[in-house]
C-alpha cells in the first residue's frame, strides 16, 4: 500500500486510543471468563462430591455455560450493533457477575446449571462483542500484533485459575472460586467506562432475525445436551430424541437462512474460502481442545490420586506454554507463513494431546510439567493462527456477521468438546465395569480425542500456499 493511501485511510479514521490500550482492556474480559473456567475444573471432583453425582456427571456444569455461549453469541453482533458495543461489553460483565454470585449459593447440580446458564448468558457477549471492537478500531495491519495483546490478560488467567483453584478447594470451600470473579468484574466494568471508545456500526443495523435465532438456539440446546444425556442408559431414548429434535432445527435453519437477506448467522460467509478453512479445521481441532479442561483435572486427581492443588499446578503448565507461545507467533508467521505453520504445527499439537494418555502416577513433576507446557504453547499457537486468518478476506462491512458466526463454532466446539470427553470416558467406564474413571479409562478418552484433531490436517493442506501474506508479512521465496 503506498504512503498517500496509507495516510488517506489513517484521515478518514475516527481517533482510537492506542490498539494496545484497547486489546488489553478486552483481554480483561477474557481473563475474567479464563479465570473461572480453569478454577471451576480443578473444582470439578470436590463439586461432585458436595451434590452427590458422578465426576463425569459434572460436565453437564460446564457445558451449560458454553451452551448459553453458543446460543447467545449470534444476538451479540445485533445487539452491539442496536445498542452500541461499549454499552453491551459493560452489561455483560455485570450479568457474569450476578450468575457467578448465584453459583457460588447453589446446593444442588440443577441449581448450577441454572445459574451456570445465567452466567453463561453475560459471557456470550464479553469476548465477541470485545473482539468486535477490536475489529473495527484496530488497522489490519496490526491485527495480528493486536490479538496477541489481547491475549496476554486472557493467558494469565489460565495461568492464575488451576493454582488458585487448587489452593481454594484444598483449604477454603469451593464456592470461593465464584467470589472471585466479583472484584475482577468490578475492575473490568471501571476500565471499560474509562477507556473503550464508543463504536458505532458501519451502516444501520437490520432487522434480527428472530425466527432465525429461535431455530438454532433450539437446534444448538438439543444437540448439545442429547449429547450430555447420551452417556447415561437411562436417559438414552430421551437423548435421541434431543438430537433428532436438534438437527431438524439445524437443517430447518439452513433453509430458513437461504431465504433472508441477514439471517442470524450468516452461512455465505462460508463461500469466503479463508474464512471456511479456518472455521473446519478450527472446529476439529476445538473439539480436543474442550475435552481437555475437563479431563485433565479429572485424570489428575481421580485417575492419578494427585490432590486439588497438585492437579491445579500441573494445569498451570498449560497456560505457562501458551503465554510462550505470545512471544514467538508473529515472528513464526512472518518466517514460514500460515499454512505451513497450521499444517506442522496442527499434527504437533494434536499429538501433544496424545500424550497425556501416558501419564502415571510415578511420573516425575517436572516431566508432566514440561509435557503440558509443549501442549499449550504449540496448541496456543494454532488457535491464534486460526483467529487471525479467519478474518483475512471479510469484507468491513461483514465483520459483525463474521465475528458471531466465528464466535458460534468456537463455543459450540468447545462444548461438543467436554460432551465428547464425557462420553467417551463413560463409555469406557461402561466396557471396563467402574463405577468411578480408571487411569485406563482416561487414556482411552484422550486417544480417541486427539484422533479428531489430527482430521484437521486435511483441512489445513487445503489453505492457499500465500493465506494470509498480508497479515503475517509472509512472501513466498
Known amino acids: 500500500m503506498s504512503e498517500e493511501k496509507i495516510e488517506a485511510s489513517a484521515l478518514a479514521q475516527p481517533a482510537y486510543p492506542d490498539y494496545r490500550i484497547i486489546s488489553l482492556i478486552v483481554g480483561c474480559a477474557i481473563f475474567l471468563e479464563q479465570v473461572d473456567g480453569t478454577v471451576l475444573a480443578t473444582a470439578l471432583p470436590t463439586m461432585a462430591r458436595d451434590f452427590g453425582v458422578s465426576a463425569p456427571a459434572m460436565s453437564v456444569a460446564v457445558t451449560s455455560y458454553l451452551l448459553a455461549l453458543a446460543i447467545l453469541i449470534p444476538v451479540s453482533g445485533a445487539i452491539s450493533d442496536r445498542f452500541g458495543a461499549k454499552r453491551v461489553f459493560n452489561s455483560s460483565i455485570v450479568v457474569f457477575i450476578i450468575g457467578s454470585i448465584l453459583c457460588s449459593l447453589t446446593r444442588t447440580l440443577p441449581a448450577m446449571v441454572a445459574a451456570r446458564l445465567l452466567q453463561g448468558t453475560g459471557g456470550a457477549m464479553m469476548a465477541p462483542v470485545g473482539r468486535l471492537v477490536i475489529l473495527r478500531t484496530v488497522d489490519r495491519r496490526h491485527l495480528v500484533s493486536s490479538m496477541m495483546w489481547t491475549l496476554i490478560p486472557a493467558i494469565l488467567g489460565t495461568m492464575a485459575g488451576p493454582p488458585l483453584g487448587g489452593f481454594i478447594v484444598q483449604y477454603l470451600d469451593w464456592r470461593w472460586i465464584f467470589y472471585?470473579?466479583?472484584?475482577?468484574?468490578?475492575l473490568g466494568f471501571w476500565l471499560v467506562r474509562r477507556y473503550i471508545p464508543v463504536v458505532h456500526a458501519a451502516t444501520r443495523p437490520a432487522r434480527f432475525d428472530w425466527l432465525g435465532f429461535a431455530l438454532c438456539s433450539v437446534g444448538l440446546g438439543c444437540l448439545l445436551f442429547g449429547l450430555e444425556l447420551f452417556g447415561e442408559n437411562t436417559n438414552a431414548r430421551n437423548a435421541v430424541m434431543l438430537i433428532i429434535l436438534g438437527?431438524?432445527?439445524?437443517?430447518?435453519?439452513?433453509?430458513?437462512?437461504?431465504?433472508?437477506?441477514?439471517?442470524?448467522?450468516?452461512?455465505?460467509?462460508?463461500?469466503?474460502?479463508?474464512?471456511?478453512?479456518?472455521?473446519?479445521?478450527?472446529?476439529?481441532?476445538?473439539?480436543t481442545q474442550g475435552a481437555q479442561p475437563f479431563l485433565l483435572p479429572l485424570?489428575?486427581?481421580?485417575?492419578?490420586?494427585?490432590?486439588?492443588?497438585?492437579?491445579?499446578?500441573?494445569?498451570?503448565?498449560?497456560?505457562?506454554?501458551?503465554?510462550?507461545?505470545?512471544?514467538?507467533?508473529?515472528?513464526?508467521?512472518?518466517?514460514?507463513?500460515?499454512?505451513?505453520?497450521?499444517?506442522?504445527?496442527?499434527?504437533?499439537?494434536?499429538?501433544s494431546y496424545a500424550v497425556c494418555?501416558?501419564?502415571?502416577?510415578?511420573?516425575?513433576?517436572?516431566?508432566?510439567?514440561?509435557?503440558?507446557?509443549?501442549?499449550?504453547?504449540?496448541?496456543?499457537?494454532?488457535f491464534a493462527s486460526y483467529n487471525t486468518i479467519a478474518y483475512e478476506a471479510v469484507p468491513t462491512d461483514r465483520m459483525s456477521a463474521a465475528n458471531s458466526f466465528y464466535s458460534t463454532l468456537q463455543q459450540l466446539m468447545l462444548s461438543i468438546g467436554v460432551c465428547c470427553g464425557a462420553l467417551i470416558l463413560k463409555m469406557a467406564m461402561t466396557v471396563s465395569h467402574n463405577a468411578e474413571p480408571s487411569r485406563m479409562n482416561f487414556s482411552v478418552a484422550f486417544l480417541v480425542v486427539t484422533a479428531i484433531s489430527l482430521s484437521s490436517t486435511y483441512w489445513h493442506r487445503a489453505f492457499a500456499h500465500d493465506a494470509g501474506h498480508e497479515m503475517s508479512g509472509h512472501r513466498q521465496r
Not at 494418555?357 to 499457537?381: E, N
Open 180 to 186: 472471585i470473579n466479583v472484584p475482577i468484574g468490578v
Open 247 to 287: 438437527a431438524a432445527s439445524c437443517l430447518a435453519y439452513v433453509q430458513h437462512a437461504k431465504r433472508r437477506t441477514n439471517p442470524a448467522v450468516d452461512l455465505t460467509l462460508l463461500r469466503i474460502e479463508s474464512f471456511r478453512l479456518s472455521v473446519i479445521s478450527g472446529s476439529l481441532m476445538r473439539i
Open 299 to 351: 485424570l489428575l486427581q481421580i485417575g492419578l490420586g494427585f490432590s486439588a492443588l497438585r492437579s491445579g499446578q500441573l494445569v498451570l503448565a498449560i497456560s505457562v506454554g501458551a503465554l510462550l507461545a505470545r512471544v514467538c507467533t508473529t515472528h513464526v508467521l512472518r518466517r514460514i507463513g500460515f499454512r505451513r505453520a497450521m499444517v506442522y504445527n496442527g499434527v504437533l499439537a494434536s499429538l
Open 357 to 382: 494418555a501416558f501419564f502415571r502416577a510415578d511420573w516425575p513433576f517436572w516431566l508432566m510439567f514440561g509435557l503440558l507446557m509443549g501442549c499449550g504453547l504449540v496448541m496456543s499457537f494454532q
